[in-house]
């Protein structure tokens, strides 16, 4: 093992075992998670965040803002939900401060941080909203959260990262891309037997216990730089450590299928109906309770291709009078219409108390980019009676300036978590819940 007298290569390893690890390119190292138990609740609290890239056609999509309130109209782009009008809330006038990346959708909508805001660097995120719920929330569950998204290969105005979500340091977290992975996650137990599911776990544990001891080694004669690199490195195999720990409590535990069953979904499904598979399946994974916590990072572009559109979203997004216009306000009109086919059946599905999965889901609807290159007013649905918020209103906040990490101060209060910030959040958003 390479002490302080020996000179370090560019690019080091570690060994365990049989297996080869790579070191990174020697960012923070914080203190380690143990998983806990969670006082219980007879019908749990769930979070589902959803978000789109390119934003919505800001003329037929908001609300008149001289209408607010319980008796205000909803638009086209949001006519398809006019049988849930009094389960949603509509609200105007939240931005992201720091936000500067037009095509960025998602990057920071759930953190609201500064991507400058550590000297020297061009890239620095924190902690989404999500990730703050899934601490508490997925300390009962099989998943602590669970991550959707689209193909990488897709350009639909997302910005970097691999999800909505981002971790409690600021990296972004793997989603599942499809419908038919997302299943196989969720509800296949697989065929190999478990003492074999055992022994490769414990290989694993083997291999970790090997590295971390080893990189004790490691650290010793390292600039500060490289240190700061190493501990990140070391941080993300502990996670690891606990995930495989978690997946110890829940290895000889039959994965819950939902009532009715699921079918596999093929390989190949996109656009509108892997949207609207990808809602099947949030619907049955909070039914069976294999996670409280979910993001859905959608796809814009197959979306579009799916309702015979030709041009790409970013063309659509840059749209005047005319075809590029009239496909934006299609987009949005599908948009709603499979946003109002999720909230069906999330009351159609029962809990054991006799209340709905709706009645107990915080359900957000938006994106970062409002229309074209606007980065203010981002558009924001918010629905489900999980946070207690008072439906049925068009609220219009003052000024242009209310951060959206305000809103998800709110919800995360709201479900029942002790946060008392979140992002560049100034407190939570009072007029939701009078």
């Not at 061009?122 to 009962?140: H, M, P, R």
């Not at 993001?295 to 799916?306: A, C, E, G, K, M």
């Not at 997004?317 to 005319?322: F, K, L, N």
């Amino acid at each position: 093992m390479t002490t302080s007298n020996t000179p370090l290569p560019r690019r080091a390893f570690l060994r365990g075992s049989t297996s080869l690890i790579a070191l990174p390119l020697l960012e923070s190292l914080g203190p380690a998670r143990t998983i806990q138990a969670a006082p219980t609740r007879a019908v749990p609290r769930r979070m589902v965040f959803l978000s789109f890239g390119w934003g919505v056609t800001r003329e037929s999509w908001y609300p008149d803002v001289q209408t607010t309130g319980t008796h205000y109209k909803l638009p086209a782009g949001l006519a398809p939900l006019a049988r849930h009008k009094s389960d949603i809330t509509v609200i105007q006038n939240l931005s992201n401060q720091f936000s500067s990346e037009a095509h960025w959708g998602s990057t920071f909508y759930l953190t609201g941080a500064n991507r400058y805001a550590e000297p020297g660097q061009s890239f620095f995120n924190t902690i989404s909203a999500d990730q703050v719920a899934a601490e508490t929330f997925g300390k009962q569950t099989r998943f602590t959260s669970i991550q959707l998204g689209c193909n990488k290969a897709e350009n639909s105005g997302h910005g970097p990262g691999l999800s909505l979500a981002w971790n409690r340091y600021g990296k972004p977290m793997a989603g599942l891309d499809n419908p038919a992975r997302t299943f196989h996650k969720l509800f296949s137990d697989g065929k190999t037997p478990l003492a074999q599911r055992l022994a490769m776990l414990k290989q694993r544990r083997s291999v970790l216990d090997t590295v971390l001891q080893d990189a004790r080694g490691v650290g010793r004669g390292l600039n500060r730089a490289d240190a700061d690199k190493l501990s990140e490195y070391l941080q993300s195999i502990r996670d690891i450590e606990i995930q495989l720990t978690k997946q110890e409590q829940w290895l000889d535990v039959p994965k819950r299928q939902p009532d009715p069953p699921v079918e596999k979904p093929a390989d190949d499904v996109n656009g509108y109906d892997e949207v609207k598979l990808m809602y099947d399946l949030i619907v049955a994974a909070l039914q069976v309770d294999a996670t409280r916590v979910i993001t859905y990072r959608q796809p814009v572009d197959s979306l579009i291709r799916s309702l015979g559109a030709t041009i790409s979203g970013h063309n659509m997004s840059h749209y005047t009078p005319g075809l590029r216009m009239q496909v934006a306000e299609l987009r949005d009109r599908k948009q709603s219409e499979l946003l109002a086919y999720l909230i069906d059946r999330l009351k159609a599905t029962s809990e054991p108390d006799g209340s709905s999965l709706f009645d107990n889901v915080s359900l957000s609807y938006g994106s970062n980019i409002q229309s074209i290159h606007y980065l203010t007013n981002c558009p924001t649905v918010i629905t489900g009676g999980g946070a207690g918020v008072k439906h049925g209103r068009h609220l219009v906040l003052p000024g242009s300036g209310t951060p959206l990490c305000n809103l998800w101060l709110s919800l995360l209060q709201g479900v029942g978590l002790k946060v008392q910030s979140h992002g560049d959040s100034t407190g939570i958003l009072p007029d939701l819940f009078a």
